[in-house]
């Protein structure tokens, strides 16, 4: 993008806990790998990245860090605890010029921190970060019906219902529906 890129400041409430939120640096690439591994590894956890589908390297994994923090339109975050990554969040801006005002959401935090306001935390640092930035005017996001907590923290954080896609996702012999959510900034 040509635009410049904002710069990140967190803005979110902290909870009683010391997880701090940052952008995701390169040299995180090895912890972030290992952290989506588990992530993913979860049994019937609400992502469509099979385990053994996510095969980065370390090195093409730093890149993709480092394209998203030169870019206007994306965002790669981390939580962290006491130097350990438990949650990330990625705006991902569309790469032509007709969809550089959009991002997709991607969110996730660690099994062991759910429920305890990391997720909003991110959304709310995310969300912030887009609309000072004033490139961003539409984040988009996927999400599975059956994942209540999910969608309730979305549509509180502002996100509404566009639509929802039949069958989209065939996982472990059922097909699963998902909704299409947006914020327009
Ligand atoms: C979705 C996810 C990122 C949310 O992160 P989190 O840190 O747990 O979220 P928070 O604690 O900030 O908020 C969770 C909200 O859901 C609510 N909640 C929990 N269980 C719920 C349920 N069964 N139904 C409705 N709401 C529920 C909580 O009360 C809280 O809302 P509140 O702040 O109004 O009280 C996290 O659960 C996760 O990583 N899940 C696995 C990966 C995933 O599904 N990613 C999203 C793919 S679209």
Same mark, same amino acid.
């Given at each position: 993008?040509?635009?410049?890129?904002?710069?990140?400041?967190?803005?979110?409430?902290?909870?009683?806990?010391?997880?701090?939120?940052?952008?995701?640096?390169?040299?995180?690439?090895?912890?972030?790998?290992?952290?989506?591994?588990?992530?993913?590894?979860?049994?019937?956890?609400?992502?469509?990245?099979?385990?053994?589908?996510?095969?980065?390297?370390?090195?093409?994994?730093?890149?993709?860090?480092?394209?998203?923090?030169?870019?206007?339109?994306?965002?790669?975050?981390?939580?962290?605890?006491?130097?350990?990554?438990?949650?990330?969040?990625?705006?991902?801006?569309?790469?032509?010029?007709? #969809?550089?005002?959009?991002? =997709?959401?991607? !969110?996730?935090?660690? @099994?062991?921190?759910?429920?305890?306001?990391? +997720? &909003? /935390?991110?959304?709310?640092?995310?969300?912030?970060?887009?609309?000072?930035?004033?490139?961003?005017?539409?984040?988009?996001?996927? #999400?599975?019906?059956?994942? =209540?907590?999910? !969608?309730?923290?979305? @549509?509180?954080?502002?996100?509404?219902?566009? +639509? &929802? /896609?039949?069958?989209?996702?065939?996982?472990?012999?059922?097909?699963?529906?998902?909704?299409?959510?947006?914020?327009?900034?």
């Amino acid at each position: 993008m040509s635009r410049q890129r904002h710069p990140y400041r967190s803005v979110a409430v902290r909870g009683a806990d010391n997880v701090i939120l940052r952008p995701a640096l390169p040299e995180d690439a090895a912890q972030v790998i290992a952290y989506m591994r588990r992530v993913f590894a979860e049994p019937g956890i609400n992502l469509i990245t099979a385990p053994d589908e996510f095969n980065p390297t370390t090195e093409s994994e730093a890149r993709l860090i480092a394209d998203m923090n030169r870019s206007a339109n994306s965002l790669f975050l981390v939580a962290e605890d006491d130097g350990r990554i438990v949650g990330h969040l990625t705006l991902q801006g569309g790469k032509r010029r007709h #969809v550089r005002h959009a991002a =997709t959401l991607g !969110i996730t935090v660690a @099994e062991e921190w759910r429920n305890r306001g990391v +997720g &909003r /935390r991110l959304i709310t640092d995310a969300l912030h970060w887009a609309r000072d930035g004033g490139v961003l005017t539409r984040i988009e996001l996927f #999400v599975f019906t059956r994942n =209540t907590n999910a !969608i309730h923290l979305y @549509e509180s954080c502002g996100f509404q219902v566009e +639509g &929802r /896609r039949r069958h989209s996702t065939f996982r472990d012999g059922v097909y699963l529906d998902d909704l299409v959510m947006s914020l327009l900034l």
